[in-house]
């Protein structure tokens, strides 16, 4: 589970991320990385502590998230799509609209999986910093 | 599904029995190893050597083992591939379980906490 709140004027993103995967970054000249070093997962620690964190998006770029079954989704040989094809299929896509890249990850998911049903639940979710906000 | 093995009176390791534990399995697993637990194992090392494929929902239920244990006994963990222990690393289980390279030492560490 991952939990941002962004202030969409500065870019400024405060998070809090429980189990995994880790959302990825696409920075405005198409380099991706993974965010957050993981916690807890949510519900099985009465005990556990969560923190919170800080990250800046910059203008153009753009925050991606995508539940476990991406990641693990695997080919009819068992090989799963795992985290760098995940991270190379964002850069790839990096001058598509935003609003096009989950899409755009389904359509690599499916052909991955040889057109089999995902035998988890997906979930993806993009988000993008336009670079002319009406505040600046 | 589970494999187990007295390595000494009071400590039992339980292999779960299959490549990959997942959604599909783990229900399965857990009610094998809650059996276990209530037939009086308490001191376990799971080892998982044969699984190379682990996701939320067999975490999950390892650490459902971990709570049914309770303050009865221990469990720990070991033989974990690289792609497990990561996950381990990133949920922080690695700050909940003992991890152990192998059984030997798994069982060991266990011997020595008698």
Sequence with gaps: MFCGAIDRATGHMSYCQAGYPSPYYADPDGRVQEIGDGGFPVGLFSEAEFQSHDFVLEKGGRLVLCSDAACEAEDPMRNQFGVQRLRNVIATFGRTETAELPGEIVRELNAWRSGALLEDDLTVVALGRIKHHDSD | ?114
Excluded: Y
């Design chain 2, 1 to 114: 599904m589970i494999q187990t093995e007295t390595q000494d009176p009071w400590i039992t390791i339980v292999r779960p029995g299959t490549a990959r534990l997942t959604a599909v399995n783990a229900k399965d697993f857990k009610t094998e190893v809650f059996d276990l637990i209530d037939r009086g194992s308490a001191r376990l090392v799971i080892d998982f050597e044969e699984v190379s494929f682990l996701d939320s929902s067999g975490l999950g239920v390892v650490v459902g083992i971990l709570k049914k244990i309770g303050i009865r006994g221990e469990l720990v963990v070991c033989n974990l591939n690289a792609d497990i222990k990561q996950m381990f690393a990133i949920c922080h289980m690695d700050r909940v379980f003992s991890i152990f390279p192998s059984t030997r030492d798994a069982a060991q560490s266990l011997s020595a906490r008698v």
